[in-house]
């Protein structure tokens, strides 16, 4: 009979198993937490009313930017306010279905 190479255990030391406490599954958890917005629908209001609010003061001061050499800059913020009206689009589309029972996580 050979010998195995590791040592033999010895059950006297070994640490107790308490059986109230669950043994955990993970090294990290995750706690559970509640969805705040599930459908992105007050984010993207936020968003499109912030670049409004930009889009109009940058057209206020357009001149003074053109000189400064930023005239792109209401460029952004109207582009920013038209993807935020597509946003917004597709954020009541994902409320209908989800309050019809048809969402599915798209």
Not at 21 to 49: E, N, S, Y
Not at 71 to 76: A, E, M, Y
Not at 86 to 92: E, S
């Amino acid at each position: 009979m050979t010998e195995s190479p590791l040592p033999p255990r010895d059950l006297q030391h070994a640490a107790p198993v308490d059986p109230v406490q669950p043994a955990p599954h993970h090294f990290l958890m995750q706690a559970p937490v509640p969805v705040m917005d599930v459908d992105g629908f007050k984010v993207t209001t936020l968003g499109l009313i912030a670049f409004g609010v930009a889009s109009v003061l940058l057209a206020i001061f357009y001149a003074d930017l053109q000189r400064a050499g930023n005239g792109w800059w209401l460029g952004v913020s109207v582009s920013g306010f038209a993807l935020g009206l597509v946003g917004l689009a597709y954020c009541r589309y994902r409320r209908a279905r989800r309050r019809a029972g048809r969402w599915d996580r798209d």
